[in-house]
């Protein structure tokens, strides 16, 4: 079954609205989750790396003021992306850090801002 | 410079073929290999772990070669369920256990 949980799995929002997208982790505590975008036809890009307890690493070209991340407990983490533009729209996953090499992600939320 | 990169294809093959998709990574420090498998509009899904003594798992053969920084994905007699995208994920435990990913490669089998 997943360990990894992300929702919602699909949104639409209007231009300038702020969206907010859960990634859970289902039976086991990540002090580390990862946020990757995938844009159609393209490979997943790493976005940041959010940290229990502390601020998130963003990746280069990544708008920290965008693309809030809050990683308020050992099973949940949140990514809003505010003021979403169309050009946010997306594919959305994360993935939980088990401590063992094989990344776990979540189910993905596609984002269509109109 | 990409940390990995991949041929994306589209590789259109009859049921039946062979294909082999191939992959080089530019950090000779990464550590663990896989292949992943992601169907349309959904999540990415291990596939099989890539190791330098090669491995097989039924019809599918990974292979890791760590001078070349070069890793290959064999599936024989292909079904029409292989058709999706695969993508090549290297390991690296910098700061963080980081996932790096190629663009992945179209695979269509057709009937």
């Known amino acids: 079954g997943a360990v990894v949980s992300q929702h919602p799995s699909w949104v639409i929002c209007k231009s300038g609205t702020s969206v907010k997208i859960e990634c859970r982790s289902l039976?086991?505590?990540?002090?580390?989750m990862f946020w990757y975008r995938q844009f159609p036809k393209q490979s997943l890009m790493l976005m940041a790396t959010?940290?229990?307890?502390?601020?998130?690493?963003?990746e280069q070209g990544v708008e920290k003021d965008k693309f809030l991340i809050n990683h308020a407990s050992l099973t949940l983490s949140t990514l809003t992306v505010t003021s979403a533009h169309p050009e946010d729209s997306s594919f959305y996953i994360c993935?939980?850090?088990?401590?063992?090499?094989?990344?776990?992600f979540g189910q993905g939320t596609r984002l269509t801002v109109v | 410079r990409k940390e990995v990169e991949q041929d994306p294809g589209p590789f259109n093959v009859p049921e039946g073929a062979t294909v082999a998709f191939n992959c080089t990574y530019s950090?000779?420090?990464?550590?663990?290999f896989f292949w992943y498998r992601q169907d349309c509009r959904k999540e990415p899904k291990l596939l099989m772990s890539?190791?330098?003594s090669g491995n097989e798992d039924g019809r599918f053969t990974a292979q890791l070669n760590r001078a070349s920084q070069y890793i290959s994905l064999l599936i024989r007699d292909s079904k029409l369920s292989d058709s999706a995208t695969y993508l090549c994920?290297?390991?690296?435990?910098?700061?963080?256990?980081?996932?790096?990913f190629g663009t992945g490669t179209s695979l269509t089998v057709i009937p």
């Open positions: 993935s939980a850090d088990r401590g063992i090499t094989e990344a776990f």
């Open positions: 039976d086991f505590q990540a002090t580390t």
């Open positions: 959010s940290n229990e307890g502390s601020k998130a690493t963003y």
């Open positions: 950090n000779s420090a990464s550590q663990s």
């Open positions: 890539v190791y330098s």
């Open positions: 994920v290297v390991n690296f435990k910098g700061t963080g256990n980081q996932f790096y």
